[in-house]
């Protein structure tokens, strides 16, 4: 946001930040719950010719002549061996085990690679007709003991969208554990949740391993996989800091958490992280949810500003992270991404509504003043403005600076400011000796003010593009503005097609693009030559420049982020964080380090005092 006073201005790229709950499971099963894992302590067998009517492995396996029912394996290019055993079992008479027995070598690097799983249900890691049959946006929680001399095991779970479950249909994702599957000597029970798609039908549990020496074993014994029981949307969000700790690595989605569907509120997310080692986190997908549990809209969280990611290390750090809700989201899932192959343990994790405002907690949802009340990350600021190029112009590049500016040093100040549009443009750049192919569409000279021109020169027939209506749309600041538009037919690969053309897009863009290249060909000139009416000129423009955007309402591709541009609606929140920045799909204000870039070269002149004068504004 862009707040001008004598003293300063401040350019604050605001993101959205996003974290969730955990929810824990202990993998218990009491009566009220039923077992989906068929024959939990693998004491039901059949023979393996049997088996193999069912599942179809491929790779190399030594199975043992009975197997376990409804247990199965994955194999890559090893050569493992897998079935029941009588000798090393948790309860009843045997267990489920998988040996490596010789690892691949990859002929080109010469590296040894281990990729084999055990898997809670009847399939081969790639189909799984006779898997698991679960329903889609379900929560599930499952526990397993196993002992062996595998230091550490990944656990994922398979997802099939259809009753056949064929290869082509399946999407592994990440399970949440209770803490890292580390094996020893002694049997130990693990336990974990997970949560199916909306088109979710058969699931397996698979015990993953990459690292291994040959003749080592896994045993698995008495699993245990259960729905979980959903509670009805009673319009509360969960609230209260939740126990115990939570295992997460690679990119992994955390269990949904409740929300208040009644009301639009801001969250905020307290929580702790450590990991062995230096780590980055970050979360880079959010989903919300109705109470139904359908999908009502996700959105990638944008990571190229880097506010909202966290390093963690040995020492347990907190984290704080905000969130702002509509009205019928039920539930949110996020999904984490450890940058490395390492285990980050997530605890204390509390959700506080209002979020963290300086101020006292916001009562609703404020929109602008949401996004004004955000604790400014200071360091990442200053990284920012550091790493933006101040080089200063070639002695070439100031003649032709001069050239371009002269009409702007003839006009009187107030004269400028009067033709800087205040309806927001389609996209903004900077002329440069060459055309910008990618910003610039149309230029205008301000000496010939009515005349608007394409790339090559020759003038736009604005008479092609009647105006047939007009749009009402809400800036996020809760002004509203009327924006034209023309709907053209034209023939396109021998069809007609109607197109829609906003009409703002046209001269109200190329004159907001002229405006900010003099103001930024002004600041050049003063950074190398010190003339200081090319400052207070330069400084006026950037005035004009932002002084609505504000009211600017969104612009671009939501969602999907495919199809034309359009006005957005203002509670688009999951887009929120492009609203000052911009982006590829949401121009939005336009790439603000353009002004950013002019401010830096102004900052430490004089005269600003003068320019509150000029502009009757602070």
Known sequence: MLLFNKENIFLCFITINFFLFAAESDGSLNEKEKNLLQNAGAETIISAADFRKEVKPVGSAAITANVPDGWGYFNGKNKISWGVNSENNHSGKYSCFLRLDEAFIDEKTGEKRVNVSLLLGKADGYTGKAAITVEGNTSY??????????????????????????AKERKIIDAVMKGPVNLSD????????????????????VLNITEAEPGQTLYVDDAVLFKNQSPPDSGKSQTGMLPGEINISGEQYLPKLQLNSAEEAIYGISF????DTITLVQPNWITWYDKDKKKIRSSGVDLQYGTYNYSCGPEWQSCFFE?????????????LKVSVDN????????LVKGGFPPQGQSPSAPYLDWIMSLQVNSKYSDAMSKNISLTAATPDQIKQHREFVIPYMEIPLTGLLEQIPQKRPDKVGIFYTSMDSGRIDYVWDIRKPDELRDRSGNIVDMNKYPETGKIEITAPSGK????????????????????????NNFMVTAKYQAFLTAAYYLARIYQASGDAECARRSAALLWGLCRNIKDWPVYGRVGNHLGPYNFVLP?????????????????????????????????DSKLWDEIKTITSSN
């Open 186 to 205: 002694q049997w130990v029970q693990f336990s974990g949740t997970f949560t199916t798609e909306a088109n979710s039908q058969k699931a397996a549990v």
């Open 141 to 166: 929680s499952f526990s397993f003991w196993s002992r062996g001399n595998i230091l550490h095991i990944k656990v994922k779970v398979i997802l099939w969208s259809t009753e056949n479950a064929e």
């Open 571 to 603: 509670d688009c929140y999951e887009e929120w964080f492009t609203f000052i920045a911009g982006n590829w799909y949401i121009p939005s204000t336009a790439r603000m380090s353009f002004h950013l870039t002019i401010f830096l070269m102004l900052k």
């Open 323 to 335: 969130f702002m809700s509509k009205k019928n989201d039920a539930s949110v899932e996020l999904r």
């Open 272 to 275: 702790k992280i450590r990991s």
């Open 480 to 503: 509203a503005d009327t924006y034209s538009y023309s709907d053209v037919t034209e023939n396109r690969n021998g069809s007609s097609e109607t197109t829609r053309y906003y009409l």
């Open 343 to 350: 285990n980050v343990i997530v605890k204390d994790l509390e």
